[in-house]
């Protein structure tokens, strides 16, 4: 079975500028999250994707990310427009069910300079 | 060991030894519990899980305990070898929103 993917593997850009991540699941994977990682701190997170219902986007730091999973199918989490302190490794991971481990992609590390 | 929160942590042991990593939890409603493990450019990887009606389960090498009278969880990974050497991390995984914690780093030594 494939395994979680993401695009790109890394994005450096401008402040001020506008990034769009993308993440496609496993197939038959319904829940969606996204997580980002900053300078070696926790894994936090963003939001939850159920198919293409948002169900939880409580982590998102502010209206500068939006979130989309059109169909229920691949994701993207778009940044617009960059700040420096959005710099960190973005995961998307992806479960079958709720209460089950999560099969992350390997992340897209976003530098804003 | 770590601690949701807390500055990363660093475990050095030599090749051979058992590795103990710990891990404390806030939340006591919590029932459900995740070991992942992440390499280098590598989205962190599923170890092995306990649920809170358990105290211990055994993988491959690898043994997690459960305590939650002090809400602590430790993985022990037997016969530690250079390919351990990683970043793991516990998350709490009783909601639908598995929080994590900072993580520790564990060095292996040939």
């Known amino acids: 079975e494939a395994g979680v993917t993401q695009f790109p593997s890394h994005s450096v850009i401008e402040k001020g500028q506008t990034v769009t991540l993308r993440c496609d699941p496993i197939?038959?994977?319904?829940?969606l999250y996204w997580y980002r990682r900053v300078m070696g701190k926790e894994i936090k997170f963003l939001l939850h994707f159920v198919k293409e219902s948002k169900q939880d986007e409580s982590g998102m730091p502010n209206n500068r990310f939006l979130a989309e999973r059109t169909g229920g199918t691949y994701s993207t989490l778009k940044v617009q427009p960059a700040e420096l302190e959005d710099s960190g490794v973005y995961f998307c991971a992806t479960a079958p069910r709720g209460n089950s481990p999560l099969h992350f992609g390997n992340g897209t590390r976003l530098t804003v300079t | 060991g770590e601690s949701v929160g807390l500055h990363l942590p660093t475990l050095s042991v030599q090749e051979g030894d058992n590795s103990i990593i710990n891990c404390a939890y806030s939340?006591?409603?919590?029932?459900?519990f995740i070991w992942y493990k992440q390499e280098s450019g590598k989205g962190p990887q599923f170890i092995i899980d306990?649920?809170?009606?358990?105290d211990k389960r055994q993988g491959q090498r690898v043994t997690v305990l459960l305590n939650k009278t002090v809400k602590h969880l430790s993985l022990q990974i037997a016969a530690t070898q250079p390919g351990d050497s990683a970043v793991y991390f516990c998350a709490e995984g009783g909601s639908y929103i598995p929080t994590f914690g900072r993580g520790t780093s564990l060095i292996v030594h040939p």
């Open positions: 939340n006591s409603a919590s029932d459900y």
């Open positions: 306990i649920r809170s009606n358990m």
């Open positions: 197939s038959g994977h319904d829940n």
